[in-house]
Structures are given as structure tokens and as C-alpha cells.
């Protein structure tokens, strides 16, 4: 309610109306904390836990909606029959569903063609009196391997008393560590790549998805500083940077 009072000084002394309706996704659960914003005026609002908004427009206003994992979406007003004596200028605009979004990244393994390297190191060492996985583990686990595929020379280990098992959970805890690290950087990245990415800033700017590329080329944005920012902060800070980039 404090959005919508604060917004009303944005607008000028056409007739404004109050908005409401509701977000589910397309199996009918609430939409929560989607961005609903008036990009004509400095006006926008928040869905709350049940998906439900209020927000503030004129009849020729155009409402953008955006939401993490979804697609982005919107409606207007002007195909509406609004009569003069419209119940205290409220439209209920009813639900709308926003569609689950798909993005596609480009994925590169190199398990597999490494595991194959490893396995055939395995296969032709010469026995050596410090047990060969040893070696092999320190080289390994810092090299991209997935830990399961290191457990596979766990059964050698046993065999060796409790001193070098001691020394394989030690470094298969190191290696652990390593992977979950790196599944956490890639979760980030498709985060920040979710918010900011060639066909948001195409929609934004108006620019082909190949000019925005260069323009995000160009602003190179911190990924931390991606995520730190809500939808509508990066809208405004896209929309300023477009300016800049004209010039």
C-alpha cells in the first residue's frame, strides 16, 4: 500500500487505476516476489505469498512482470472497456500465469576423457614399493575427477592398514570439497546468467539479440554484483547503461 501511495505523484492528472490480479505458475501455485512494474512511471509492486499485486496505471501504461525461472510477461489496459464511472478506479485484471523458463547453456565434460586417461595410467604401472594410487590420488584430485570415480581404488587402500586409508579419506575429503566447490561457482553462474543475458537486455534496449551481445561485451558486469541486485534494480541500471552506449 505504501508502493502504490508513493507512486501516485509519478503520475500525471489523467485518470489513474488500481490494478489487482494474481501470478501462478502453470501448475497453478503462486507466483511469490515477481516484479511488477509500470515501465511508463516510476511505479511497481511485489506479489506477495499468494501471488497476489496491486499496482498503478494509466490507461495507456504498459505493465511489465518478471520473476526468476520464469518467463517475462505483461498486459495493458487499453483494449478494456473502462467507463467514467469505473467502481473507484479499481480493474481486477484476474490471474495470469507465467511460463517456467528454459535456458540453455553450453555444457563441456571432461570426466570422461580424463577418466580414460587415468584408467590407462592405472592399467600400466609397474608395481613400486609406495602403493601406485597414492601417487595417482594427488594427481588426480585436483584435476577435474569426480570423487566417485576415485573410490573405485578405495578397495586397494584397505589392504594397507590403517595409515594409508587414513591418508585416502584425507585427500577424498579434499577432492570432495573441490567438486562441491565447483557445482557451487556453476550454480551461481546460470544465477547471474538468468538475470542478465543477451535476450533480457534485447528486450529492454530494443537491440538484436547480436547488438546486445556487444553491449554486454562491452559492460562487463560483475557476476556478485548481478546477484546482489533485484530484476527491476538491473532493468534501471540496463536501461541508464543503453544510454552510455549510444553515445
Not at 91 to 98: A, D, F, R, S, Y
Amino acid at each position: 500500500m505504501l508502493l502504490l501511495m508513493a507512486s501516485i505523484n509519478a503520475f500525471s492528472q489523467q485518470k489513474i487505476y488500481q490494478v489487482r490480479g494474481s501470478l501462478t505458475d502453470t501448475e497453478g501455485k503462486a507466483v511469490q516476489f515477481a516484479h511488477v512494474v509500470n515501465i511508463n512511471k516510476r511505479a511497481a509492486c511485489i506479489s506477495d505469498t499468494a501471488g497476489r499485486f496491486r499496482v498503478l496505471m494509466l490507461k495507456n501504461d504498459t505493465i511489465k512482470i518478471s520473476c526468476l525461472g520464469y518467463d517475462i510477461s505483461g498486459f495493458t489496459i487499453s483494449g478494456l472497456n473502462l467507463d467514467d464511472d469505473t467502481s473507484d478506479n479499481i480493474i481486477e485484471i484476474g490471474n495470469i500465469v507465467l511460463k517456467e523458463k528454459t535456458y540453455e547453456l553450453e555444457m563441456i565434460s571432461v570426466y570422461k576423457e580424463r577418466w580414460k586417461s587415468f584408467v590407462y595410467d592405472w592399467q600400466q604401472e609397474e608395481p613400486e614399493e609406495t602403493p601406485y594410487y597414492e601417487k595417482k590420488i594427488e594427481h588426480w584430485k585436483t584435476n577435474l575427477v569426480e570423487i566417485n570415480e576415485l573410490k573405485q581404488l578405495a578397495t586397494a587402500s584397505r589392504g594397507v592398514g590403517f595409515g594409508m586409508g587414513f591418508l585416502f579419506d584425507r585427500k577424498q575429503r579434499k577432492a570432495m570439497e573441490k567438486v562441491n566447490e565447483d557445482k557451487r561457482q556453476e550454480t551461481l553462474n546460470k544465477e547471474a546468467e538468468a538475470k542478465y543475458n543477451p535476450e533480457i537486455v534485447a528486450e529492454i534496449t530494443g537491440m538484436s539479440i547480436d547488438e546486445a551481445r556487444k553491449f554486454m561485451d562491452h559492460f562487463k558486469l560483475d557476476r556478485d554484483f548481478i546477484l546482489r541486485r533485484n530484476d527491476y534494480d538491473l532493468y534501471l541500471i540496463i536501461k541508464q547503461l543503453y544510454k552510455e552506449y549510444k553515445k
